[in-house]
Every structure is written in C-alpha cells, then in structure tokens.
C-alpha cells in the first residue's frame, strides 16, 4: 500500500533556530500534500495545502512566512518552522494524496517538535 | 465552523463489547467518509471509509453506517479488543484532491 515517511520523528530546538521536517511519498507520486498540526487531545488542524511546482495555500490564521512549506518533486514535500518559539511546540503530520487522484490519503507518522 | 461534529469525545468499553462513535455533517457536497485510528505519537490510519451511495460497509469487525437524510454517519467495533485502545477520528471530504475536515476525535479504552 502507499506510504509516506515523515522525518524526523522528534527533534528538539532552542528557541530561535529553524527545523525543517521531510514528507516523503515512498511508493507513489503525490500531487498534493497536506500539513496538519495537533494539539495533545485535539484534532488535527490543517496549516496548508501543497500542490508540487506551485506555491502553497495557508489556511486563515497561519504565518506563511513561519512555516515555510517547499513541494519541489512528486514524491517530497518539506515544512520548514522558521524562528521557532516553544508555542511552536506541536505535532506535525503531513498526508499525501496520489497523482491519479484516488480519494485515500495516507498520513505520515507524525513529527514532534519541541522548542526549548 | 467545526464541519463535522464527533461524540462521544471519550468511550469506555468491555472487551468483547460494541463501541459506537457518531458523527455528523451538514455540507452536502460530501462525498467521502473515512474513519481513521491514531495511536498515541504516530499519525492517523485509515481505518474504513464509506461513499454516500451506500447505507453500510464491514470490514471485519468494523462497520460504518451511513444515513443520508439525517447527514450522520457511525462507526462500530465490534467484539471490542484493548488493541482497539486508540483515538478515533471521522472525516468528510468532497471531491478528488480535496482537503478534509476532521471531526474532534473520541478516545476509547476497551478494558479487558
């Protein structure tokens, strides 16, 4: 089945530095991803929508110019938290969709990002 | 606006019992319904899913039901297992490509 690996799993930061996380699509071509961010006990929040080639579309409320998102090639799409503050703490988990453009999406396993 | 509206928000049940999470929807534009489970530290899973031109699905002890008129969809596990320990998250999407919207999330413990 499709599979789509998100690195790292966790990463610890001091406060003001970057941290890039990776969304790879392993075994199929992914036109569009997605980004979600979840708080402990919550549901997932959609951040944006990547589409590769393209610029990506933010929802209401989220920093385009602090989270940085890059969808360079069908099978990787990178989130980039710039300046990252401990509020930035969060789960972050991508999901992928196919270039046929069946309706199952697969979600990566999730990054935990900790801003010390 | 939450899109979709989940409950209950947390679930206890016996193992060897049925747990039954609701949801609900209001944009008839849906047209897609999964289920999914996530596990504490990892990202969701698809669990099942269901299109509006059916009423039910079962996969193993997993059966969703789908009520049109009312906007509502359920998801029920049978014979319920400590495995099936995780949080539950429904989700309503309309047409290929698109985004979808979660609805809340329920936790449920099956005790043994």
């Known amino acids: 089945g499709a599979v789509v690996s998100q690195h790292p799993s966790r990463v610890i930061c001091k406060s003001g530095t970057s941290v890039k996380i990776e969304c790879r699509s392993l075994?199929?071509?992914?036109?569009?991803m997605f980004w979600y961010r979840q708080f402990p006990k919550q549901s997932l929040m959609l951040m944006a929508t990547s589409n590769e080639g393209s610029k990506a579309t933010y929802e209401q409320g989220v920093e385009k110019d602090k989270f940085l998102i890059n969808h360079a090639s069908l099978t990787l799409s990178t989130l980039t938290v710039t300046s990252a503050h401990p509020e930035d703490s969060s789960f972050y988990i991508c999901s992928a969709q196919d270039v046929q453009g069946a309706y199952g999406y697969t979600f990566g396993s999730g990054t935990r990002l900790t801003v010390v | 606006q939450q899109q979709v509206k989940q409950s209950p928000q947390s679930l206890i049940v016996q193992k060897g019992g049925i747990s039954i999470i609701n949801c609900a929807y209001e944009n008839t534009a849906f047209d897609y319904f999964p289920w999914y489970q996530q596990f504490p530290g990892k990202g969701p899973a698809l669990l099942i899913a269901?299109?509006?031109?059916?009423s039910e699905k079962k996969e193993g002890r997993f059966t969703i039901s789908f009520n049109k008129s009312a906007k509502q969809f359920s998801l029920h596990i049978m014979d319920s297992q400590p495995g099936d320990s995780a949080t539950y998250f429904c989700?309503?999407?309309?047409?290929?490509?698109?985004?979808?919207?979660f609805g809340t999330g329920t936790s449920l413990t099956v005790i043994p």
């Open positions: 075994d199929f071509q992914a036109t569009t």
């Open positions: 989700a309503a999407s309309m047409n290929t490509g698109n985004q979808f919207y």
């Open positions: 269901i299109r509006p031109d059916v």
